[in-house]
């Protein structure tokens, strides 16, 4: 299997601080990849050097070639959806049109691409008019994701999607990431601070300490590691 993203000794910097200090990943198509570790490990640092949105060292490549200087914008013409920590929904829009500018990037009719995410989002078809900001913390991570998902992208970077979040949404959100991956053959980088649910559902898993790779491999045999076990799983 051939890899879709490809990060080597990717450094990245906040002014005078280091973030990161040479990140090596890589992430198979059709792959659910989970970045796990502790605040300010750089976990999302990591996704935001994938997508330009901080100054960045280092090669990353997408489906084999090097992903360039560009802006955000840029990144996302090449099929790569970051969500963000913190939802990023724009709360003064209604849902549809939050839904309309995850196309931006893209040409043509998106009416196939509203009937595709109301499937996995059935509440969004009849609350389309609702302003988003009044929105509950679940729906409007459930919006993030959706909006995401009109970009038709390759490659979805998702960066806490359970933040704040009741066990219940957070079940349901990973259910529906898991059916992207399973019925479309989505690729996923997660970042998450629930390591359970995360190694639950990705296949491979990298573990971040102080902007380096410490630990990376199968999630089954991650999960076992004595050192993820007492430091992120509690036992």
Do not use: C
Request: charged fraction near 20%; glycine fraction near 10%.
């Amino acid at each position: 299997m051939a890899a879709l993203l490809e990060l080597e000794n990717v450094r990245a910097r906040y002014g005078p601080v280091q973030a990161l200090h040479g990140v090596s990943l890589a992430v198979d198509e059709g792959q659910i990849v989970a970045v796990l570790g502790a605040n300010g490990a750089g976990k999302t640092t990591t996704l935001r050097a994938i997508s330009h949105s901080v100054h960045r060292e280092g090669s990353i490549r997408f489906a084999g070639k090097s992903v360039g200087r560009g802006g955000p914008d840029d990144v996302a013409r090449l099929g790569i959806a970051h969500v963000p920590e913190g939802r990023g929904t724009f709360a003064e829009l209604t849902v549809w049109e939050n839904l309309r500018l995850g196309a931006y990037t893209r040409r043509g009719s998106i009416k196939d691409d509203l009937a595709r995410v109301s499937a996995h989002f059935p509440w969004i078809e009849e609350r389309r008019d609702q302003q988003s900001g009044t929105l509950s913390g679940g729906e409007q991570q459930m919006l993030a994701l959706a909006r995401a998902l009109m970009q038709h992208p390759r490659l979805l970077l998702l960066d806490e999607p359970s933040l704040g979040l009741a066990p219940k949404l957070v079940t349901e959100i990973f259910r529906i990431i898991k059916d992207l991956n399973d019925v479309e053959g989505l690729t996923v980088l997660v970042v998450e601070q629930n390591a359970h649910i995360a190694l639950q559902l990705a296949q491979q898993a990298y573990v971040l300490e102080v902007g380096r790779v410490a630990l990376s491999g199968p999630s089954s045999e991650l999960q076992q590691h004595e050192s993820v076990r007492r430091s992120y799983l509690g036992y």
